[in-house]
């Protein structure tokens, strides 16, 4: 979801607690104000203490014993924490590092309690101070009355950095700790600061909530420089992932307890809570809602204690996360392909502790297939995994340390299967057939709202049933992209009828001045325009979402421009390689209409074109198609409007800002773009952004999930909406694109692969059984689960469709390693059954082979290293596709391949007569 702008790159600064209200509009609103300015408290004026490890130094307040600053001795000018800000969040209320937070009940009591030392500050009683400790009693920032005392030790161990609670029952009856949360508080507050400041000062953090092996990354934006691990000191299970919000008493103005006042919202996603005991929240506010880990509480005795900390460990960056986890006798778990299992993939599993594995099992019990590979060479324990339930399941690792590991799977259909149910679901369900609709939507694949089990035909965010924008035209460029993948013929003849009988001359402008231009909606909110129809009256269709005619015929918002060009380009190509199946137009005409519109694009809607588009990775196929067809001049026009826009991006420190201080859309084009032009400064410093908010991450909704979390609410892609970190939502498929394309390139970073695959996967998770595809999983812990709205899935697909592929590589540690499929080494022979959705992109990676079909699919491969030869077998011949087509590239080596046997060429492309059982071809080495 693109928005409308505030600001200028590199200049101007953004106004705090911005807010998108003004989104999709041709000129910007005025942002809400955000809560009134506190005072400063007294905790500032109280003198600081410093400790320093090996790796950190950290700067604390005395009066308040929590961190004023903690800096990583790699990088002194990195601050994890909102050090900068500390005089303005001061105030009671304000959360940091240092805070404890507790829910808890007396015995006999029903209800709970939630008390905070962030609530309403007091001095602290300093117990002990010295260079190596400072240890306090902070109960006097409790309420009183609380029936706990609380002592806080902050302490460098062992030459780490350590946060630790004690707490202590002072009551003459049981006191049960139902919640008891350590807040994680780091400078992820990019609230009035322009881009540059936001990629210097601020820092991403994700969550593993493994249990005993779970821990919290904390990154630079910038995507370099040393990491932040926060793992858990003694028994500290992280548990939940709890937020902490910004709401204030509306009467008093003052904070409510468990909520920090600082305004979330584009530029804030706001704190967490390491909830290391969270029942008192599931059985109140989370009830009947599966989440991550099972809810815990614990009782103690009058005068008994529990203790509560976590250590502060430094890798020096992204890719060293898990050497410095097992470097700190941390357990690590290695996924492959990553932890969203199809049900034919083999997965693997491969663990790395100092203590042996006592028990595995998965919860529900039969929700996977577990076998015991055993322990090998390198001492990783490795599994093989086959899901056997679709759905969530949580694997248990017991070690016999006693230490527990906990790690979230996601079962789905073989993800041919997935697709073809996604592909009914959207041609059906959401095939939207009413030839009198006054505005002009019919026939087309329109929004769908699964909790109501109907199409969404009216919403007062007009585009949502407009077929505009990325949440309206979600559903049917989800449609184009199943098709390029997988085509059926009757699913292709609705998709041709949508085009000619909306997308062409309705949604588009097939004439006059603005010819090619695409509408910001076909649906508006004009009652006297449409006298025959009725608005439901129980929608807000007064609020600036509600567009008129006027408005929504507007052709300036470029964002729309890529989807219509992706729809046309996934035709041209089904007609180019299928026989028989796209019948309205000869494969020309749907090249050259994507080649218009793009050219549309930057002549019609100018303004936003300065900036990376979703999907623009789709300029670029069209460019490599139309170079294969001879289409030379058409393509060096097309070259040359993208050229102008890769320079300005050139001359930007990080090119890729949008409408706020960062954004995780926009740089999968102007990676893409800055390669190909040879900007190779720009597309690494786009790509460590990413890799700064893509993690590698044990766990199926946060592995190469690209952060996002404010298009539940101004993307109109939910029903449900807020801001809320949104697991896989479309900037996973999409900034899997680059990953990958790195990663063919450097074969050897096999964290690149894990990201990008992770990524890849993600889209699939979101189709359910039947086939609705969701905009993104809700993660905050009273909801956990994907939102009802098809939304703005679309883009999310369109990664997955143009990326996805089957990767072999060999990894010293892990043995050879299959993303796609499933592979076996027989007396030196690796043997490939290709998985994957498309079967038609394959890379070996010790090779650094690119293997591609235009037409045709892999059944299998049979790779011999020590000959290098490459067996393919080709998957029969259809009615549809007689003959495979197919591109051999060399992405990391010079070798040079050829195939064994002689093929004519087409469009560059080596045509293969296929018959009535598998085909097999062989590339083997040239000889020089």
């Not at 007009?462 to 009757?490: F, N, Q």
């Not at 996002?708 to 896989?728: A, P, T, V």
């Amino acid at each position: 979801m693109r928005v409308q702008n505030f600001w200028r790159t590199g200049s101007t600064q953004l106004v705090a607690g911005l807010s998108l209200i003004a989104c999709l509009t041709a000129s910007a609103q005025t942002p809400p104000r955000g809560p009134r300015v506190l005072p400063p408290g007294p905790m500032i004026d109280g003198g600081e203490v410093m400790l320093t490890s090996p790796a950190l130094s950290v700067k604390l307040l005395k009066y308040s014993g929590i961190v004023a600053q903690l800096t990583p001795k790699a990088d002194a000018t990195l601050d994890y924490t909102p050090g900068d800000r500390l005089k303005e969040r001061s105030a009671d209320t304000f959360y940091h590092l240092g805070d404890l937070d507790l829910r808890i009940r007396t015995a006999g009591a029903t209800g709970w309690t939630d008390v905070s030392t962030a609530f309403h500050r007091a001095p602290v009683t300093v117990a002990a101070s010295d260079d190596t400790h400072l240890v306090s009693d902070v109960t006097s920032s409790l309420p009183e009355g609380t029936p706990l005392k609380v002592v806080r030790t902050w302490a460098v161990e062992h030459g780490d950095l350590v946060l630790r609670f004690t707490v202590t029952n002072t009551a003459g009856v049981p006191v049960e700790l139902g919640g008891v949360g350590i807040p994680m508080v780091f400078n992820n507050i990019m609230n009035g600061r322009t881009l540059d400041q936001s990629y210097r000062t601020c820092s991403f953090y994700d969550p593993y909530m493994g249990e005993d092996a779970g821990y919290v990354q904390v990154l630079r934006l910038s995507g370099v420089g040393p990491v932040l691990l926060v793992v858990p000191d003694g028994h500290t299970p992280f548990e939940e992932w709890k937020p902490i919000f910004d709401r204030r008493d509306r009467a008093t103005g003052k904070g409510i307890l468990g909520n920090d006042p600082t305004p979330r919202g584009t530029t804030f996603e706001g704190s967490y809570d390491w909830m290391v005991h969270s029942a008192g929240f599931a059985q109140t506010e989370w009830k009947d809602v599966s989440e991550w880990n099972p809810a815990t509480s614990e009782t103690l005795a009058p005068g008994k204690s529990a203790t509560f900390g976590v250590r502060f460990l430094v890798a020096p960056d992204v890719r060293h996360i898990d050497a410095t986890l097992a470097e700190h006798k941390r357990p690590v778990a290695i996924g492959v392909p990553g932890y969203i299992l199809p049900q034919d993939v083999d997965a693997r599993l491969f663990l790395r502790y100092g203590s042996a594995v006592r028990s595995i099992a998965s919860e529900p019990a039969d929700a996977v297939a577990i076998h015991d590979d055993g322990r090998n060479a390198a001492g990783l324990h490795a599994y093989t995994l086959r899901g056997k339930q679709w759905g969530r399941f949580r694997l248990v690792v017991t070690y016999a340390d006693g230490t527990v590991q906990s790690i979230g799977y996601r079962t789905i259909k073989p993800e041919r299967e997935a697709i073809a149910d996604m592909g009914r679901f959207l041609f059906h369900q959401q095939w939207f057939d009413q030839p009198d609709d006054p505005f002009h939507r019919s026939p087309s694949i329109i929004s769908y709202d699964n909790e109501a089990g109907r199409q969404v035909t009216q919403d007062s965010r007009v585009w949502i049933a407009g077929l505009s924008d990325e949440a309206g035209a979600g559903s049917w460029l989800a449609a184009a992209m199943k098709e390029y993948l997988e085509p059926d013929a009757e699913e292709v003849a609705k998709l041709e009828s949508y085009v000619d009988g909306v997308l062409w001359g309705h949604l588009q402008n097939s004439e006059g001045d603005h010819k090619y231009g695409v509408h910001k909606s076909l649906f508006f909110y004009q009652p006297a325009l449409v006298p025959g129809f009725t608005y439901d009256p129980s929608l807000n269709w007064k609020s600036w979402t509600s567009w008129d005619k006027k408005g929504a015929d507007d052709v300036g918002r470029s964002y729309n421009y890529p989807h219509v060009v992706s729809a046309y380009w996934a035709l041209y190509r089904t007609a180019r390689n299928t026989k028989g199946l796209v019948v309205k137009h000869p494969w020309d005409w749907y090249l050259n209409q994507a080649y218009e519109t793009s050219l549309a694009m930057v002549s019609q809607a100018s303004y936003y074109t300065r900036y990376g588009q979703m999907e623009g990775t789709v300029f670029m196929r069209l460019l490599e198609d139309m170079r294969a067809e001879g289409w030379n001049e058409k393509a060096d026009k097309l070259e040359a409007v993208m050229r102008r826009r890769a320079d300005r991006w050139k001359g930007e420190p990080y090119p890729f800002g949008s409408e706020m201080p960062w954004d995780s859309t926009g740089q999968e084009e102007v990676y893409g773009w800055s390669r190909y032009f040879h900007n190779d400064d720009k597309a690494d410093v786009t790509l460590n952004a990413i890799l700064a908010y893509d993690p590698v991450i044990p766990s199926w909704g946060y592995n190469g999930s690209a952060r996002r979390y404010w298009d539940f609410i101004y993307g109109g892609d939910s029903k449900y909406s807020r801001i809320e970190r949104q697991l896989h939502h479309y900037g996973s498929g999409l900034n899997a694109i680059p990953l990958l394309e790195e990663y063919r390139a450097h074969p050897d970073d096999l964290y690149l692969l894990r990201a990008g695959y992770g990524g890849v996967m993600g889209p699939l998770s979101n189709i359910d059984e039947k086939g609705f595809a969701s905009a993104a999983f809700h993660s905050f812990p009273d909801r956990m689960m994907f939102d009802p709205y098809t939304g703005d899935y679309g883009p999310n697909f369109f990664g997955h469709a143009i990326n996805t592929g089957t990767f072999l590589t060999h990894d010293a540690a892990m043995g050879w390693i299959c993303f796609g499929g499933n592979v076996e080494e027989h007396h030196g022979l690796v043997h490939a059954t290709i998985l994957d959705s498309s079967r038609n992109h394959l890379f070996i990676a010790p090779l650094g082979l690119w293997i591609t079909l235009d037409a045709g699919h892999l059944a299998s491969v049979d790779f011999d290293p020590a000959k290098k030869t490459v067996a393919l077998h080709l998957a029969a011949a259809s009615a549809a596709v007689p003959t495979a087509r197919l591109r051999v590239k060399q992405t990391a080596a010079k070798l040079g391949w050829e195939l064994s046997t002689k093929t004519s060429l087409d469009a560059g492309a080596n045509v293969i007569p296929l018959g009535t059982g598998e085909t097999t071809v062989v590339l083997q080495e040239k000889t020089m």
